[in-house]
């Protein structure tokens, strides 16, 4: 989002992907400028004192969509879990154990994916936080 970006720019961070040895990858990051952190992938976050100060801030983008009864739940999720399971994984993953009415063990099992998926793709795992709510 280009406003998003303006913001960190004027603040004094920058914008772009994970660069090693020329190559590109994963998603924009903000990053201080010339140096190689913090690298969060978000442009909104809460407690992080660094990328605060380069423009990445609080206050949450509201989006309001009506619950129907179609409506099964709401997965609330750190960047943990979707810096490698998209929507449909995760509906997939979810869908069993709202059949169950068990909202913990769906959070149990995206957990469980997430870990899984940085243990395969990364050195470290980053942090990993589900809520799981069922209608």
């Known amino acids: 989002n280009q406003d998003e970006m303006d913001r960190i720019v004027k603040s004094g961070g920058e914008v772009s992907q994970f660069e090693e040895d020329g190559i590109k990858s994963g998603p924009f990051r903000v990053w201080k400028k010339n ?3 913090p690298g969060i992938a978000m442009s909104r976050s809460i407690g992080d004192l660094v990328a605060t100060t ?3 801030i609080p206050e949450p ?3 309001e969509k009506e619950i129907t009864p179609g409506t099964k739940f709401i997965i609330l999720a750190s960047d943990g879990v979707w810096e490698f399971l998209d929507n449909k994984m995760v509906k997939e993953l979810v869908m069993p154990f ?3 009415n068990d909202p913990e063990g769906a959070c ?3 957990i469980k994916e997430s870990t899984k998926w940085w243990e395969n793709e990364d050195v ?3 942090d990993i936080t589900v809520i799981a709510i069922f209608f």
């Open 35 to 37: 140096e190689m952190y």
């Open 124 to 126: 470290v795992v980053d």
């Open 61 to 63: 983008i509201i989006i």
């Open 54 to 56: 380069l423009g990445v």
């Open 98 to 100: 709202y059949l169950k």
């Open 108 to 110: 149990k099992a995206l």
